[in-house]
């Protein structure tokens, strides 16, 4: 097995000592709050989407399961072209990809250029998702707690801030504009890109000029990636990390239904579906240093499912009894995202085992989770009702703590790989 040297100072990969680590986190935490704008954005304005452009609870549905098989897809790729054309690079061109996808999105006059262009902004936002962990790894290996709270934190706001603003934004202006407003981010992240992604070559250049004068000097080592399908650890975090995100986006996309079922009104389905997202924000101060300070943290992840099975209890039996509590209680059951995203990193040694497990838990785990939002659907139109779709939810809870329980344990990838 091959392992690279990490080192805590951005002066490695760069220039700029103190100010280069500030350019990468400032890169990496404004691109983190784009993650998740364009589905959030979406969700809350269904039912005005649907009845402008003109489709049903099937396509509602599609349009859940989009982000997971886009984040799906993105996790099987961005390992490799990360490795072929370099992190830093694959992040510049996933910014881009996310910015023109969030705009363009916003122009659709049908329901399959709508489609389609959603698929390119969440392609390029679940590129964003496999490849931030590695560089946290790389650019601040001694940091990982409280760099992962900080992009994390964002990915949680830009899940919070747009489903809060979708529907008040959409009445004051239209649909079109409460959508496509959120192309500024990913816009806002691109300058500091284009600096993290020219210093970045300038290094490599000075580093291979250096061995070309220097026959001495040892080669950069490249990164190479880690076969994962036969390691345990790898299906454990594609469990915990699929399941979590396939309750999360069932959430996403149906819970402003579940309320308007039941006699709510719209507005509480935005309400509640941002209670669910705001929960998630405040959870993911505490998650990332449970990964850190404890050398087992699962204990926690049953915690966190008993929180999420007491909410479907609520929304099954007395669903307006007490909305926001139940939004609360689903929202703190999805603290398991953070925590794993956070163990990617705790788990492994170097960027490249990061990056591999990375794309095999998010790319595997993501089409995994496909089958939440879908089957949620698919089983209330059957059903009519929301009790069979919300054990379905409950059934990959359980799948989720037996993915949880062997991603837990403290040990590291590299070692198990090199133990095979």
Not at 391 to 409: R, S, Y
Request: charged share 10%; glycine share 10%; proline share 6%.
């Amino acid at each position: 097995m091959t392992t690279t040297t990490q080192t805590p100072s951005f002066g490695r990969y760069g220039s700029g000592g103190l100010r280069g680590r500030v350019v990468v986190l400032l890169a990496i935490i404004v691109f983190a709050f784009s993650l998740r704008t364009a589905v959030t954005s979406l969700t809350p304005l269904l039912e005005r989407v649907s009845e402008d452009i003109g489709f049903g609870n099937t396509i509602s549905g599609l349009l859940g399961m989009l982000p997971t098989l886009a984040f799906g897809v993105a996790g099987i790729v961005s390992p490799r072209l990360g490795r072929r054309f370099g992190i830093e690079q694959v992040t510049l061109a996933a910014v881009v990809i996310t910015g023109v996808g969030i705009a363009a999105r916003s122009f659709s006059q049908n329901v399959v250029v709508l489609v389609a262009l959603s698929c390119i902004a969440l392609f390029g936002m679940g590129i964003g998702n496999i490849l931030i962990p590695p560089l946290v790894k790389r650019y601040f290996t001694d940091r990982i707690a409280p760099i992962s709270t900080a992009y994390i934190v964002f990915v949680q706001a830009g899940t919070v801030i747009p489903a809060a603003v979708a529907i008040p934004l959409a009445d004051s202006t239209n649909w079109r504009f409460s959508l496509g407003v959120w192309a500024v981010v990913p816009l806002a992240a691109l300058g500091p890109w284009l600096w993290v992604v020219r210093e970045r070559r300038a290094r490599l250049r000075q580093e291979a000029a250096t061995a070309l004068d220097d026959p001495s000097t040892p080669a950069p080592v490249p990164d190479v990636g880690i076969s994962m399908w036969r390691n345990p650890m790898a299906w454990g975090m594609t469990f915990m990390f699929g399941m979590t995100s396939a309750g999360t986006y069932a959430m996403f996309t149906w819970l402003p239904k579940i309320f308007t079922d039941a006699g709510g009104s719209e507005s509480l389905g935005g309400n509640a579906v941002a209670v669910f997202s705001g929960v998630g924000l405040a959870a993911t101060f505490v998650a990332p240093s449970l990964a850190t300070r404890f050398a087992n943290p699962f204990g926690f992840t049953v915690l966190f499912a008993a929180c999420w099975f007491a909410g479907f209890a609520g929304l099954m039996w007395a669903p307006l009894s007490a909305p926001l509590l139940w939004a609360l209680l689903c929202g703190l059951g999805p603290t398991t995202f953070p925590l794993a995203l956070t163990l990617i990193n705790v788990r492994t040694r170097t960027s490249a085992a990061s990056a591999s497990l990375s794309g095999f838990a998010q790319g595997v785990g993501y089409l995994l989770a496909c089958a939440g939002p879908m089957l949620f659907g698919v089983l209330h139109d059957v059903t009519g009702g929301w009790g069979v779709p919300l054990l379905l939810l409950v059934g990959m809870v359980v799948v989720m703590l037996c993915g949880a329980w062997v991603i837990c344990k403290p040990r590291y990838l590299e070692d198990m790989v090199a133990e095979r």
